[in-house]
T-cell receptor, first 118, second 112 residues
Framework: NAGVTQTPKFQVLKTGQSMTLQCAQD?????MSWYRQDPGMGLRLIHY???????DQGEVPNGYNVSRSTTEDFPLRLLSAAPSQTSVYFC?????????????????FGPGTRLTVL | KNQVEQSPQSLIILEGKNCTLQ??????????LRWYKQDTGRGPVSLTI?????NTKSNGRYTATLDADTKQSSLHITASQLSDSASYIC???????????FGAGTQVVVTP
């Protein structure tokens, strides 16, 4: 199993450009999420999905869009990049325990995408 | 205000020595507390997960403790190795839909 994969590993954008960060997992996990990590701060949730066709906003969703057409893939789209979106982005996935106790399940993180917006 | 506070922000220890990292939280209602290890340039990797009823859990040379009454947790690293150099992140899960609150992490540097 490859686990959670993310592409690209590094990206530089100019202000106003758009792009899509890719995330895929091969563990058949229902739950997938996107976080951003900034220096001196904890990871912050951008968007999450509880299954194919279902997405919801996290703590810092502005400027980002997501979709979940398959169980495996959860791309994150930057609509019009801004310098404030310079960060390291992590995708994560987890499974659902029988009975729905999802909060106990271990989250598996991808290797991250380092994005710089000039 | 961050609901998960970690201390110290960073520390340097000699190879072979022990160290203890602290995590205080205000997250409520509490579901579980996790410790992650994040190597430079990599994603976080889970070390331990503890629920309300568990007050200690080990993973090799890592031992986590939890006092749910005082809302404090610690991560103890025994006989540190160079490979322990990393950021250690405390994460608390809320009961309900399971929102995760992340601490900012403690940066540990192990020197020869």
């Amino acid at each position: 199993n490859a686990g959670v994969t993310q592409t690209p590993k590094f990206q530089v954008l100019k202000t106003g450009q758009s792009m899509t960060l890719q995330c895929a997992q091969d563990m058949n996990h229902e739950y997938m999420s996107w976080y951003r990590q900034d220096p001196g701060m904890g990871l912050r949730l951008i968007h999450y999905s509880v299954g194919a066709g279902i997405t919801d906003q996290g703590e810092v969703p502005n400027g980002y869009n997501v979709s979940r057409s398959t169980t495996e893939d959860f791309p994150l789209r930057l609509l019009s990049a801004a310098p404030s979106q310079t960060s390291v982005y992590f995708c994560a996935s987890s499974s659902r325990l029988a009975g729905g106790q999802i909060t106990y399940n271990e989250q598996f993180f991808g290797p991250g995408t380092r994005l710089t917006v000039l | 205000k961050n609901q998960v506070e970690q201390s110290p922000q960073s520390l340097i220890i000699l190879e072979g020595k022990n160290c203890t990292l602290q995590c205080n939280y205000t997250v409520s209602p509490f579901s579980n507390l996790r410790w992650y290890k994040q190597d430079t340039g990599r994603g976080p990797v889970s070390l331990t997960i503890m629920t309300f009823s568990e007050n200690t859990k080990s993973n090799g040379r890592y031992t986590a403790t939890l006092d749910a009454d005082t809302k404090q947790s610690s991560l103890h690293i025994t006989a540190s190795q160079l490979s322990d150099s990393a950021s250690y992140i405390c994460v608390v899960s809320e009961k309900g839909w399971g929102k995760l609150q992340f601490g900012a992490g403690t940066q540990v540097v192990v020197t020869p």
